[in-house]
Structure formats: structure tokens, C-alpha cells
């Protein structure tokens, strides 16, 4: 295991030109829990700042499906396709200079194309079912595969054991999580969800060791209902990140009561939480120590503090790698136990 330790923060990477950052001997330790898209961008972000090796992402399975028989894990997609550098930032998932034989052709047969697969995607997914069919683990498979993909960030799946989001909807039946996310474009009522398959999931190997071992560890701004959610409902996990909430570091993914893209701030307003940076720090206060709200909640570090939860105020959108590396470097820093003070974080 990695002692923090023997660890130094004067020796912090610095990124090159390229995104990656130089290798260094000793660079703090980091363990991010990450859902999809806002992870991807802050662990683009992070790996500019610290060296990649010393990256551990703790990643959400709960939305991953079966489709024409290929296992799909769309978050552990998303974070390998960005850090790889080969996704399409502008249609928000899956590889860029993508195509869509496959799809015209199984459309013509009448197949099931409502889950939109590319040409090379499935090519992860065929290698993926593959190796799981053969008895390896989704663990050893995402090795491979970022391994492939010259990712030297380390993705741990949150469990090896299947857990599967469900949610009940307000004008009927329940639904796995891509029918309610990409079948119904998330415009339909929930009413409740679970985590099926949670309660007796176990961690994945290295992830309640990651969050004991790292020097800070970072929540990403993912939903915090159906990226962190599933995380949290694993058993262990929780309590390993609450023996280091003042450690703990979460960027709100909600800025001026609204999610920047997808459900996160309806889904919170309908299962009961404020859909605000308040609402965050008060579903995050058992885990998080701090937590990092835009520039324009600014107003809002009072009552987050009120919870009991360190606030820092700093840009968080990240509109490009840079802005992202920016933020991490800030969340490095507030962290650190005797890091940032309260108030603005610049
Ligand atoms: P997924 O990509 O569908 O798996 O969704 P995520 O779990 O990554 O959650 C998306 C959330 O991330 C949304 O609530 C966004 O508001 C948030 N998000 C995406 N990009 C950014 C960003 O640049 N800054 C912040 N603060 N939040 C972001
Ligand atoms: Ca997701």
C-alpha cells in the first residue's frame, strides 16, 4: 500500500503541454470518487497537476447494463475514453471520428437501437463481455482496457459484484437506469430509486484501500443521487470516506440551484433534497470535510458552513482542461488538514 506518509507536496507535478504530467518520485497521493462526464473533466484536469500513476478513481457501476448481450459500464467508459484523450468532447460520450455501421445495419433488421453504440465503442464492449465470460473480474478487465488505452490513472470499479440503478417512476413502472437516462431522456418524474444488488456488493479489490491511503480524496461533480449514490450504497465505503472526511474534498456539480447538463438537480428536488449547493452539503456532511462551490453561489458559504462542511468559493465550471486543472490544484490544497482557509479559495 502507499503510505502518505513519506510523501512530500512540495513535489507536485506539473503538467506539460500535452496533458500529461511529468513523472515524479514523490507527488501527493490522490483518490477520486467519480460518476461520468464532470469526473472525466476534473480527472482530465488532475492529471495535469499530479503524476497520472498517483491517480486512483474510484468509479460508479451503477449504470451499467446489458445490451445485445455486451456488458456496457458507461461512467468507467467515459473517464478511460478522456483520459485516453480519444472521446468526443462535443457530443458530450462515447470516441471521437466515431461511426455507426453497426447501428444502420441492426436498425434495418429491426434490432434495438435506442442505445446508441458506435462502431469502435463496441469494440470495448465486445472485449469487455469477452473477458468477463472467460471469469475475469470487471476489476482486471477495466485494467486491461486503460492499459490498452495507455490511461496510467488507476480506475477501480466501485464492486466487482453487479449493482444496478433502479428507478421507480411517478407515472408508472420501475426502470433500470438507462431506460429512465436514455430511453425517457430523463424528462419523466421519479418517484424513488434503489441500488439493486448494493446491499450485498462488495468494494472492489484496492478501493477502501485507495480512500484509506490517499492524502486527499476527492468527490468529482457527478449526480449526486445516481453517480456518488451508488458509491455510497456499497458497504464500506461510506465508512472509509467518513474516517477521512476532513480529508474528503467534493465539487458541488450544482450551480445556482441547476445541474449544468442532465437530471441531478431534478432528481434531488424529487427524492427529497434542496437542489442546491446547500442540498449537496447537506446530503455530503457524514463524508465531506470540504466542499467547493461556484463564484456565483458565493452567498451560500454560510449556511454550507452552518452544515458543518468547510466551503471554498472558486470557478468551478470547467470549460476547458486547464480551468479543470485550476480546480484541482485548488482541491489539493483545501485537503490538505491544515490547508485552505475558508472563504474564497483563489
Ligand atoms: P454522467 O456523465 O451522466 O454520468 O453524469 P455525472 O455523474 O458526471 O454528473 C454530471 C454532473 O456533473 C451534472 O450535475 C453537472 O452539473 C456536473 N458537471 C459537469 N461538468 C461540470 C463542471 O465543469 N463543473 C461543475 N461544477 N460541475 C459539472
Ligand atoms: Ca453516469
Redesign the pocket.
Known sequence: MRSRSRRHWSSLAHGEPGGRARTISLAPVITALA????????LRGLVRVVAPTEVTAVV?TG?DTELHGLHIS??LD?VTYTLAGLNDDERG?GLAGETWSVMESLERLGGETWFRLGDQDLATHLYRTQRLSTGATLSQVTAEITAALGVSVRLLPMSDDPVRTHLTLVAGPEVSFQEY?VGRRHAVAVESLRFVGAQTARPGPGVLGAIADAEVVVV????PI???GPLLAVPGIADALAARRSEVVA?????AG?????P??RLMAELGHEPTVVGVARAYANFVGTLVI?DIDAASAEAIEACGVRCVVAP????SPD??ATLASLLLDAGRPSGATSGRGR
Do not use: E, Q, Y
Open positions: 460518476g461520468g462526464v464532470g469526473a472525466a473533466r476534473l460508479n449504470d458507461p461512467d467515459t460520450w437516462f468529482c461533480p457527478s449526480n445516481v453517480s456518488i465539487v458541488s456539480p450544482i450551480i441547476a445541474a449544468l447538463k442532465g441531478a438537480d461556484d468551478t465550471i470547467m470549460h480551468h479543470a
